[in-house]
Nanobody, 122 residues
Framework: QVQLVESGGGLVQAGGSLRLSCAAS????????MGWFRQAPGKEREFVAA????????YYADSVKGRFTISRDNAKNTVALQMNSLKPEDTAVYYC???????????????WGQGTQVTISS
């Protein structure tokens, strides 16, 4: 049974930082690219960042480029999202996902976590 469990969400002021983590189990982690998506109230789920199985290919949404950093630790089956210079518009539920290719479309991911809430106050 595949499980992706996110942690690290919370409430921070604008300009602050948060580090999200996602722990994967029940799958061969190095077979999968990992992605982060987010969904704000009343909006569609949107791509945030993705990293290939070996970490050699990384993609970011334009809205987070230069502020967010995705990384993975294949020895620990984890993927992280370091978020700096946070803005109120970053407020959303953040999801990690596992897929067989490093993609920016949610449909390309096979497994999803339950999400963690990130709230940025102005």
């Amino acid at each position: 049974q595949v499980q992706l469990v996110e942690s690290g969400g919370g409430l921070v002021q604008a300009g602050g930082s948060l580090r999200l983590s996602c722990a994967a189990s029940g799958l061969t982690f190095t077979f999968y690219a990992m992605g982060w998506f987010r969904q704000a109230p009343g909006k569609e789920r949107e791509f945030v960042a993705a990293i290939s199985w070996g970490g050699g290919n990384i993609y970011y949404a334009d809205s987070v480029k230069g502020r967010f950093t995705i990384s993975r630790d294949n020895a620990k089956n984890t993927v992280a999202l370091q978020m700096n210079s946070l803005k109120p518009e970053d407020t959303a539920v953040y999801y990690c996902a596992a897929g067989r290719k490093t993609a920016q479309q949610a449909i390309d991911y096979d497994y999803w976590g339950q999400g963690t809430q990130v709230t940025i106050s102005s």
